[in-house]
């Protein structure tokens, strides 16, 4: 059984050819620049030097997915000799409101309510949409499956999901705290609980998905209990190009400041803030790390708002707990960020978090990072989201 998982953003595409047989990767590819000029498809094979590139005009998703599938039937970089082996399409969708705690095979219905969250992610869901138009008309009877960013944290109570505003804003709106990078948070918390022997029902774990976009979780017995992104995934820690938490008086004060419009204050909070609003400098991690080293204030400055930011939450969420057994790093900052780790999970003692900073000496690999003696285990697990993806879509199709 061949599975292939897709990821669409507004002008760009990442897919995974997976055989579930063994769940190896049979090649890997992105797309991007869709719709605009300098298309660009370029697909790499494990074991098989250099890439294979597709450069010419796609305007649109469909385009773009015709490309794909002759790539994944090339001869030396692909994953099948014919399309036909495609058992099954797994399909990134990123808002997936209070309809869908789980992922689902696709259909009709399935499309009008992922339609329904354009509203709540105006930049993801009409893309994940748009894949799966394109999937149906290019390979007709293979079926698709949902697999929803918000699905995990459908499980958090009112208590973790009420902003305090007025409830009719939730009635009418949906307006609630919704969560995302769920498929991350679940295989790194299953991850966990296997890498420690022990039944994920029986564990407290705190997972931080660090990557451009970052948010961190609770997820007690195997349930999510909270998450630290909202309505949008601008809710919760300082990210790239993401302000994350702040006093929301901040933006009619902006508007009135500045003269803002509604959007004007989306692109500042969205794309302009973060650890690249703070500094001037860059939204990646590596180059705040380099001009902190050289004394850069701002960039020492972000940094450090970055990390007790983490740490605020991991403090918060433990509270929640009543306890926590095990923290999770993942994703880009996470995996390879060494000092970032450092910096958030020491001086945690009180926690019973003691790290070893030799384990911690590593980037991209399994491996507990926390000393012997702590009481608190912490993990650094590299996230898995196409893989996930990947299960979800085999088993509602078997
Ligand atoms: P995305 O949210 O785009 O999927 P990733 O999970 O790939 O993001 O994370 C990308 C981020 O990880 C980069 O912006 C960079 O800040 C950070 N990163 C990657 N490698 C390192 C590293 N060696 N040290 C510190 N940060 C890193």
């Known amino acids: 059984m061949k599975v292939l998982v897709l990821n669409c953003g507004s002008s760009s595409l990442k897919y995974q050819l997976i055989d579930m047989e063994n769940e190896a990767v049979l090649c890997i590819g992105l797309v991007e620049r869709i719709g605009i000029d ?3 498809l370029t697909q790499k094979k494990d074991g098989v030097e250099g890439k294979y590139i597709v450069e010419q005009p796609m305007k649109d998703h469909q385009d773009a997915i015709k490309l794909v599938l002759a790539g ?4 030396v970089y692909g994953g099948v000799k014919d399309m036909s082996e495609i058992d099954a399409v797994g399909h990134r969708v990123v808002h997936g409101g209070e309809k869908f705690a789980s992922s689902v095979v696709i259909t009709e219905e399935v499309e009008e309510a992922i339609r329904a969250c354009n509203d709540l992610a105006p930049l993801h869901n009409p893309a994940n949409l748009m894949g799966i138009d394109a999937m149906k008309a290019i390979l007709p009877g293979v079926p698709n499956v949902a697999v929803f960013d918000t699905a995990f944290h459908q499980t958090m109570e009112p208590a973790a999901y009420l902003y305090g505003v007025p409830h009719r804003l939730y009635d009418e709106y949906g307006v609630r705290r919704y969560g995302f990078h769920g498929t991350s948070h679940k295989y790194v918390s299953q991850r966990a609980a296997e890498m420690l022997g022990k039944d994920i029902k029986d564990l407290k774990i705190i997972t931080c998905h660090l990557g451009n976009g970052a948010s961190v979780a609770a997820i007690k017995n195997g349930k999510v209990i909270d ?6 995934p601008l809710e919760g820690l300082i990210m790239g190009t993401r302000c994350g938490d702040i006093d929301p008086a901040i933006i009619p004060f902006m508007m009135r400041k500045e003269g803002l419009d509604a959007d004007g204050v989306d692109n500042l909070m969205n794309k302009q803030s973060g650890v690249y609003g703070m500094t001037g400098i860059s939204s990646d991690f590596r180059d705040i790390e380099a001009a902190a080293e050289k004394g850069d204030q701002k960039a020492i400055d972000a940094l450090d708002a970055y990390h007790t930011r983490v740490k605020k939450y991991i403090g918060s969420y433990a509270a929640e707990m009543n306890g926590v057994d095990a923290i999770v790093f993942t994703a880009g900052l996470g995996e390879n960020g060494i000092d970032n780790r450092m910096a958030i999970a020491s001086n945690m003692e009180y926690l019973g978090v003691k790290m070893d ?10 491996r507990v990072i926390s000393a012997a003696d702590s009481q608190v285990k912490v993990l650094l697990i590299p996230t898995n989201e196409e893989l996930m993806i990947a299960r979800d879509t085999l088993a509602l199709v078997k």
């Open 38 to 40: 300098g298309s660009i």
């Open 72 to 75: 994944v039937q090339d001869s």
């Open 227 to 232: 998450t630290s992104m909202g309505l949008t």
């Open 357 to 366: 900073a030799e384990a911690n000496n590593v980037r991209g690999k399994e």
